[in-house]
């Protein structure tokens, strides 16, 4: 059993050290070779983690999502008001995706898997922000807006900068852009 253990926390050491490398490099220049070089780790290793590089990277890029998800949610179940959920919810977001570099997010948008994946968490991610507003409606917090139309005018800010479009328009990083999307989205709609 102790064996066991260990297997998991090197692996979930291994897929942390490769998602450090790539949010920082970006994963479309870099061969197993180079990986296993980085991570001190031979290639048979990266192997028994997945069959080809683009397994791994799409485990990786998973990996950074359920665990972004996992931050958000903690930041969010912390939070006291509707409002105060919302904007956490937003911040949270932005704030995970601050580790990724321009190479990251270019890589992870021009391959196909994982450009899937960024769509499905925003997808996820304008639900919450949805029940999150009927939430803050429901409690008298925000005006009486339709919390559906709130969320997809969130969604589609959140594709765009999903899709490097408010980086291209502003210049604002991911990051940034979710800290104006929470701040002008909840002043739109705070029943104050």
Not at 8 to 20: G, I, S, V
Not at 114 to 129: C, D
Request: charged residues 25%.
């Amino acid at each position: 059993m102790p064996r066991e253990g260990f297997a998991t926390r090197r692996r979930a050491a291994l897929f942390d050290a490769l998602l450090e490398l790539i949010l920082r490099d970006g994963f479309a220049q870099l061969s197993i070779a180079d990986i296993a070089a980085e991570l001190r780790c031979s290639k048979s290793t990266l192997y028994t983690l997945a069959a080809s590089k683009e397994q791994l990277v799409t485990a990786t890029v998973t990996h950074f999502f359920r665990t972004a998800t996992e931050q958000v949610e903690a930041r969010v179940e912390s939070s006291k008001t509707p409002r105060e959920r919302v904007i956490a919810y937003l911040v949270a977001v932005g704030e995970a995706l601050s580790p990724a570099s321009e190479a990251f997010m270019r890589d992870l948008d021009a391959f196909p898997p994982t450009r899937s994946l960024y769509e499905l968490n925003t997808a996820a991610a304008a639900t919450r922000v949805q029940k999150l507003i009927a939430d803050g409606v429901a409690a008298g917090d925000f005006r009486n807006v339709d919390a559906a139309f709130a969320a997809d005018l969130a969604a589609s800010m959140m594709s765009r900068i999903q899709r490097r479009e408010v980086w291209a328009a502003t210049g604002l990083d991911d990051a940034a852009a979710y800290r104006q999307l929470a701040s002008i989205l909840t002043a739109g709609i705070d029943a104050g």
